[in-house]
């Protein structure tokens, strides 16, 4: 990579007595004057309609995309820095990852080179940093398993044994899912010896599996003996996790031995809390290669979280192959200079983003089944649609003016219209392939963050609405939603959503109609009381993307405050619940939203350990969980 010609850096201006503004400095560093230049960029610090600036001149937005010329005249000689500021912004800034994430100059000659970005700085004031963020804890027991199982009798404690070797009578099923977990436990920390074996070996520990159908499906049990290690399982998914938990037992003891040893007696009885043990993955606002999303799948079995929930579309990227409509990977799927749309979150002028094609989605399907993950695909409608929109303006009244709602992320009219026939097509279209795609029982169809101005001035809208009397924009989703349900439906699936399609009226509660309450905890016990099953993925404790401190120099959001890692570890989901609405609460779930997540350091300092915390606390009962232990654990989990 060669270095970069330019320096974009940014300083945020907040001293109470008038509004905040951001300066910003671009540095040439390119060995020759600049002139008759144009800075793009992209930032959560939007620009709003009356924006000010002082020494340059706005030329657009669109959503975080950002364009400022210089004032007439303006030359930038080598070495030398242009500064401009800007006030009126949609946000107050409160990180240093909330300026400028991306940008690039585009030269008088039409040539466009990127720049590079530093953080945001604050005037006035010394940022604070937040340190360490996981204490060292305090084992119980000398072992290490996240998450923690709900019956630990174990003692006699020594060195590990060379490595777990299966005992003669091992089936050909069980060798199947002995190999699994040895191959994942191999992908994730290669760099540790083997755990599991086919063949006996000197030093090896013989390992015993039975099968005991009494036991639920998921549960395990393990005795422990000097010469012996019994694993008794209820099915595969029992079988497996109980194999992750001696693989998670071996890796502490051999990394870490004198904090971590292996038991010779003892036994172990486990089963997990709930059924829905879940992370998300956005993305849509950053593409991650199959590579990535196969490690993911690893490290969410690892840590026996059971549902993968793969947020494949939103404004910013269409991500999954659709026959039928091919321009939504064609013109949906990527952005830049030259593109239906430009660069978003972290892109620069040169094509960005990616899709996954049907075949690799088949193979990573597979992938997650064969270690008792089940990918359950989101497609975000009717709001968030800005790639479908570009990909296809025809799902657009064109009778509705240009730009005339917002969603919250700056989006222009960024909603599929209800008032279309082609928008049912299309959505009879995609259903059909993605039920025919994914084996889930489950289809999210997001259902969020519509604008509540949306298609009030559409007369397609409009019309719909009279014949239906519907009054407004959230009736006319909930309608929509309804005719969503229905087609979904006709394909054997069950719809999820996100908790706004409780709003104006709801969907059809029957059959399971899975809703995940993210706004607020209050929001879950609301849709419980509703008749809604409810995951609970509050963002004040669930969503990684928010910052881990309040101090300026963490990285993250900040709308729904701060989660620490012991934050997202106590938050107990069942804590509002009365005991008869308890059947009600499905189960948690991580989310990862990837607006702040440009870089692979950024996503492994903000995604853990708090996904392993999520982890725990949709396995471990209350009652058995230790947050002085888990962090003595946690730095041993591997990371993307």
Request: glycine share 8%.
């Amino acid at each position: 990579m060669s270095t970069p010609k330019f320096r974009l850096e940014a300083t945020w201006v907040d001293h109470g007595e008038e509004p905040a503004k951001m300066k910003l400095a671009l540095t040439n560093l390119s060995g020759a004057d600049l002139k008759n230049f144009r800075l793009s960029y992209t930032g959560l610090m939007r620009a709003k309609a009356d924006v000010e600036t002082q020494n340059a001149t706005f030329v657009k937005r669109f959503a975080n995309f950002h364009q400022f010329d210089p004032l007439d005249n303006v030359v930038v000689a080598d070495g030398e820095t242009w500064e401009f500021s800007i006030t009126n912004l949609t946000g107050n800034a409160q990180h240093r990852m909330d300026g400028p994430k991306s940008g690039y100059v585009t030269l008088e000659d039409g040539t466009h080179v990127d720049v590079d970005t530093g953080d945001l700085q604050i005037e006035g004031r010394p940022s604070e940093f937040a340190g360490n963020l996981i204490p060292e804890g305090k084992l119980t027991d000398p072992i290490s398993v996240v998450p923690w199982p709900n019956h630990v009798a174990v003692s006699d404690f020594d060195v590990p044994p060379v490595v777990l070797c299966a005992a003669d009578g091992t089936s050909a099923e069980e060798k199947r899912a002995i190999n699994a977990v040895a191959a994942l436990a191999k992908r994730l920390k290669y760099e540790l010896p083997d755990r599991l074996r086919l063949t006996d070996v000197p030093g090896g520990r013989k390992l015993t599996l039975v099968h005991n159908a009494v036991l639920a499906s998921e549960a395990y049990e393990l005795s422990f003996a000097k010469a012996e290690v019994v694993l008794t399982y209820g099915d595969k998914a029992g079988l497996n996790y109980g194999l992750i938990t001696l693989s998670h037992m071996m890796d502490g003891a051999k990394a870490e031995p004198t904090k971590f040893k292996f038991p010779t007696s003892g036994e172990i009885k486990d089963a997990p809390r709930y059924e829905w043990r879940g992370s998300h993955l956005d993305v849509s606002r950053q593409f991650y290669p199959t590579d990535a999303v196969e490690r993911f799948i690893d490290i969410l079995a690892w840590n026996k979280l059971n549902k993968f929930h793969w947020h494949l579309s939103d404004d910013e990227g269409w991500r999954v192959e659709i026959k039928g409509y091919p321009n939504l990977t064609k013109d949906g799927a990527v952005m830049g200079e030259g593109h239906e749309m430009p660069a978003q979150l972290g892109a620069g002028h040169k094509s960005t983003g990616g899709f996954y094609t049907q075949e690799e989605i088949k193979e990573l399907i597979i992938h997650g089944q064969a270690l008792n993950v089940e990918i359950m695909p989101e497609l975000d409608i009717p709001g968030h649609c800005n790639a479908v929109l570009a990909a296809y303006p025809e799902l657009r009244d064109p009778d509705e003016p240009e730009d005339n709602y917002r969603s919250i992320q700056g989006y222009p009219n960024n909603a599929i219209n209800p008032g279309i026939p082609a928008t049912y097509k299309f959505i009879e279209t995609v259903m059909e392939e993605i039920s025919d795609l994914f084996p889930s029982k489950y289809i999210h169809v997001g259902g969020d963050e519509v604008d509540e101005e949306s298609w009030l001035q559409s007369p397609a809208a409009q019309k719909v609405m009279n014949e239906e009397r519907l009054n407004g924009t959230l009736q006319l989703q909930a309608h929509f939603l309804g005719k969503v349900q229905k087609t979904i439906r006709k394909k054997g699936k069950i719809v999820g959503g996100w908790d706004e399609v409780s709003h104006g009226g709801g969907i059809d509660k029957e059959g399971g109609t899975l809703l995940f309450a993210w706004q607020k905890p209050e929001v879950g016990l609301e849709l419980a009381e509703q008749g809604y099953d409810v995951v609970m993925t509050p963002g004040q404790a669930y969503y990684l993307d928010m910052a881990q401190s309040p101090v300026w120099q963490e990285a993250g959001a900040f709308w729904a405050g701060y989660a620490s890692p012991e934050k997202t570890y106590t938050y107990e989901a069942a804590g509002e619940f009365p005991d008869h609405l308890k059947g009600r609460l499905k189960g948690v779930q991580a989310c990862i939203w990837s607006e702040h997540l440009i870089t692979r350091q950024v996503f492994n300092h903000q995604v853990f350990p708090r996904l392993n915390a999520i982890a725990e606390a949709g396995w471990t009962e209350k009652e058995n969980k230790d947050w002085p232990r888990f962090a003595a654990q946690c730095r041993l989990l591997p990371r993307l």
